[in-house]
């Protein structure tokens, strides 16, 4: 009956004995979420336990100001009342990770939410990740296998990459995550879903942490209705959860949904302490946290380990000029952005594939896959240029070979890019049929 217990007891039993006093501060005030407590002098980035009569409130230290520390709450404020005691918890600034979470889905705290048994572990990273040299991060050199045929065979990826999935809502940015996740070959996937709807989260864990790939997966879950510094916390963790699997040699794929809701976290707690706003009402702060959170990402020399980051974009109003869309296509190796036009169409995965980039292509894969790639975008350019005096019966057949071509060839290459969610092609499939199609 103790044998799941045995290591938490030796845990207590090799702990130290804290003889000295405990140290706890006061609610002073409350203002938007935004709490100042007195006499406590701790770290930003510490969470505190707030005691609220008969219940007890999570919250995280974001500031300091005037000789008090500025908390938030992980949660509501609901009953909460001036001088509550505020008592610090845990090692400020680490976060939990190790293989006690592999196979489990956690909050932002990592608590499981999975309804299974509480999950132990002594292994600690630090939150803002362990910053090394430029010249630590090894290039990227061998293909990373998506299990899509649209982006294996013409945005292939790289180990180590990090790109971006662009969209506005509803275009089928998570259906293309969830296709990636299923059909990509990595020993460790990290799912950090941020900010989205809880049925969201809900179907991913449904689908993903009952299949083989169940015991090389974590997911960690945020949706929309919790507070943003919880949201961010996720990110955060989630991003160390992969930083700790790499720093022992592990391929890790980090999938992050979505990069534009961490940011809106970071807006809301930047213009909560009064940072003004500066670019469409993004204070500064909310988009370093993106550059942040995205560099930590990459192969390591050190350890042989890598993590290649993949993380959605919404577009909001399908504006691709948004300041997070263009932060984040300055900083990642790659996007990929998905249409509303051709999702109407009924293509799907709705990949616009001459907005499409990636980096790396030209240095992971033959000359061959290069020039037929190249041919497709070429096709697939002519047609949609054009596409409109075709429709209307204007364009004369034989002025343009190329365009003939793209013609004939029109509903070959449009199938070509389609793909069911539970189909799986590999990156050499995918190659091969590239060929065979182009002849």
């Excluded at 949660?75 to 592999?102: K, Q, S």
């Excluded at 945020?222 to 916390?233: I, M």
């Excluded at 952005?337 to 293509?347: E, F, K, P």
């Amino acid at each position: 009956m103790t044998s799941p217990y045995t290591s938490i007891l030796a845990d207590f039993a090799a702990a130290p004995a804290e003889l000295g006093p405990r140290r706890f501060g006061i609610v002073t005030a409350c203002d938007g979420g935004l709490l100042e407590v007195s006499g406590l002098s701790i770290p930003v980035g510490a969470l505190c336990k707030v005691a609220n009569g008969r219940s007890t409130l999570a919250a995280e230290v974001i500031g300091f100001r005037n000789g008090r520390t500025m908390m938030m709450l992980l949660g509501d404020t609901i009953l909460l009342r001036p001088g509550a005691r505020v008592v610090p918890e845990g090692h400020p600034g680490m976060l939990p990770v190790g293989d006690a979470f592999l196979g489990r889905a956690v909050d932002g705290e990592g608590l499981p939410i999975d309804g299974g048994l509480p999950i132990h572990t002594r292994t600690e990273w630090p939150a803002g990740g362990v910053r090394t040299s430029a010249l630590d991060r090894s290039p990227v050199r061998r293909p990373f296998d998506t299990g899509v045929r649209a982006l294996n065979a013409m945005t292939t990826f790289g180990i180590g990459q990090r790109i971006g999935v662009m969209a506005g809502s509803g275009v089928g940015k998570s259906v293309l995550i969830d296709m990636i996740a299923h059909g990509a070959s990595a020993e460790i996937i990290v799912v950090g879903l941020i900010g989205e709807r809880a049925r969201e989260v809900s179907d991913f864990v449904e689908r993903h942490m009952h299949d083989a790939k169940r015991h090389k997966t974590v997911i960690v879950a945020v949706p929309a209705d919790h507070a943003p510094n919880l949201r961010l916390r996720g990110a955060m963790l989630a991003t160390s959860m992969a930083e700790h699997f790499r720093a022992r040699g592990r391929n890790v794929l980090l999938i992050l949904d979505s990069l534009t809701r961490v940011a809106h976290a970071g807006r809301e707690i930047g213009l909560l302490l009064g940072e003004p706003g500066a670019a469409r009402g993004y204070p500064p702060s909310a988009l370093a946290t993106i550059t942040k959170l995205v560099e930590r990402a990459g192969n390591s020399a050190a350890s042989g380990g890598s993590i290649t980051g993949l993380y959605t974009v919404l577009a909001d109003g399908d504006n691709q000029d948004d300041p997070v869309v263009d932060t984040a296509r300055s900083i990642l190796d790659g996007h990929v952005v998905l249409s509303r036009d051709l999702a109407q169409r009924g293509q799907y995965p709705a990949i616009d594939i001459a907005a499409s980039l990636s980096r790396v292509m030209n240095d992971i894969v033959p000359r061959e896959h290069q020039q037929s790639a190249r041919t497709f975008r070429a096709l697939t350019a002519s047609y949609e240029a054009n596409r409109d005096l075709v429709l209307m019966g204007a364009y004369r057949q034989g002025a343009d070979a190329q365009l003939d071509r793209a013609i004939a060839m029109h509903g070959a290459l449009t199938g070509f890019l389609c793909q069911p969610q539970g189909e799986v092609v590999t990156l050499d499939q995918s190659a091969a049929q590239l060929r065979a199609l182009l002849g």
